[in-house]
């Protein structure tokens, strides 16, 4: 009966053992797709930060009456007061 109670004891052990190991390796996959997720977040929010930036500098500019002039005068068409427009027909 000694014997029986002992091989119970180990294969209760063992199952612990196995279980254990199932759950750090499945754990360690688990981090590891972290990981590799946050990685790409990080590298997304590096993509975003200097997209942000090049609209922050392009609204600067935007709002740069000189710009505005010229946006006006060539898309537009439009001119000063009292100002004549010369067209070369030449071309």
């Known amino acids: 009966m000694k014997k029986g109670?002992?091989?119970l004891g180990i294969l209760?052990?063992?199952?612990?053992f196995l279980y254990l190991s199932y759950i750090a390796v499945n754990q360690q996959r688990i981090i590891f797709n972290k990981?590799?997720?946050l990685s790409r977040l990080e590298e997304k929010i590096a993509e975003e930060k200097t997209v942000n930036e090049e609209?922050?500098?392009?609204?600067?500019?935007?709002?740069?009456d000189e710009y505005i002039e010229k946006?006006?005068?060539e898309k537009l068409g439009m001119v000063k007061k009292n100002e004549?427009?010369?067209v070369d027909i030449g071309k």
């Open 5 to 7: 109670k002992g091989t």
């Open 55 to 64: 609209l922050k500098k392009e609204s600067e500019i935007i709002q740069d």
């Open 84 to 86: 004549r427009i010369y």
């Open 35 to 37: 990981n590799l997720e």
């Open 71 to 73: 946006i006006a005068r």
């Open 12 to 16: 209760i052990l063992l199952f612990i």
